[in-house]
């Protein structure tokens, strides 16, 4: 028999602001569209992303229901979804926000089937993170392109994305300089593939990549900090090099004069986005596919550092801006 979840605790923030802004509240969960479906949640992830949304970096429509990723079971879909039925165990990342809840109605592209060897706790702490890595790695590239053996500067690289980052550049052979804010931070990335670490808070990050490359430098830069990082990481870069920023979690970067790219070296700068990857439901598939497959050949693991409860969603919020978690948090339900 099918379930019907028609009321669903969620959190929701009626004005931008810190975390304490964040309410559970009880909202009707409603019946799909056509290309919609309805989702019962088991595990839901938790991103910066959610951050940005909440403090009105992103700013969205308000009241905002919060959440870009979660793992559970289907329990209705619309007259046009083909690829999904009720009880498909699924995972989803993307879309309009709204996955800090028990139960809740989306466009069904965002959502796929999720394999039968993925529980839902790991489900939903790779699925952002994880699609976020592929398009980094394979469709975000250098004018040069990246080949095993070389160098690449990631930073975080023991947050949620960067220790899958960590663990996918090992089995593309590529070698991956890790900046992190602690020295257990920078343990616990060497120990998931990281070839080289760097404390950014304690040392000059550019000057140890020019030490650990022979005055070299990188063909490419992972930049998710933002305004701290951001001249430091095209110091790291070599002729050529492309900076691909893909975050803020130390605020926005300042507007920068194209200018200062020539003598640097010719300098590429991107600003990526996973929306613009997941455009399509066949994009989402195809990298999804990819993500599932290097989970089940065990060359990503997926390591849960923080479980909080739904309804502690407002201390999951601080402990992420306060830079106390480590690899990916979720919140059960
Ligand atoms: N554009 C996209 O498509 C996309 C998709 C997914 C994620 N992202 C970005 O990728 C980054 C990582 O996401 P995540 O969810 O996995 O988060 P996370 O890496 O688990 O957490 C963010 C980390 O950033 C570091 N950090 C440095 N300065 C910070 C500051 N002033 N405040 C807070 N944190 C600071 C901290 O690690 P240390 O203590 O080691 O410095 C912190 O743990 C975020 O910036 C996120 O927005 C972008």
Known sequence: MTTSTTVSPTIRVDKAGGPEEMKLVDLPVGEPGPKEVRIRHHAIGLNFLDVYQRSGVYPLPLPLSLGNEAAG?????????????????????????????????????????????????????????????????????????????????????????????????????????????????????????????????????????????GGKGVKIVYDSIGKDTWDKSLECLKPFGLMASFGNASGVVPPFAPVSLGPKGSLYVTRQTLATHIATREA??????????????????????????????????????????????????
């Open 284 to 333: 989402m598939q195809a990298m999804a596919d990819e993500l599932f497959a290097v989970v089940a050949a065990g060359q990503v693991k997926i390591h849960i550092g923080q479980r909080y409860a739904l309804a502690d969603a407002v201390q999951a919020h601080r402990d992420l801006e306060a830079r106390k978690t480590i690899g990916s948090s979720i919140l059960t339900i």
């Open 73 to 213: 079971v289907i329990e209705a879909v619309g007259a046009e979804v083909a690829h999904l039925k009720a009880g498909d165990r699924a995972v989803y990342c993307g879309g309009p926000p709204g996955a800090y809840s028990l139960a809740r109605v989306m466009p069904a592209r965002h959502v796929v089937r999720l394999p039968d060897s993925i529980s839902f706790e790991t489900g939903a702490a790779m699925m952002l993170k994880g699609m976020t890595t592929q398009y980094l790695f394979k469709r975000t590239r250098p004018q040069e392109d990246l080949v095993p053996g070389d160098f690449i500067v990631f930073h975080a690289a023991a947050g949620g994305v960067g220790l899958i980052a960590c663990q996918w550049a090992r089995a593309l052979g590529l070698k991956l300089i890790g900046t992190a804010g602690s020295e257990e931070k920078c343990a616990l990335a060497r120990d998931n593939g990281a070839a080289f670490t760097i404390n950014y808070r304690t040392e000059d990050f550019a000057a140890r990549v020019k030490e650990i490359t």
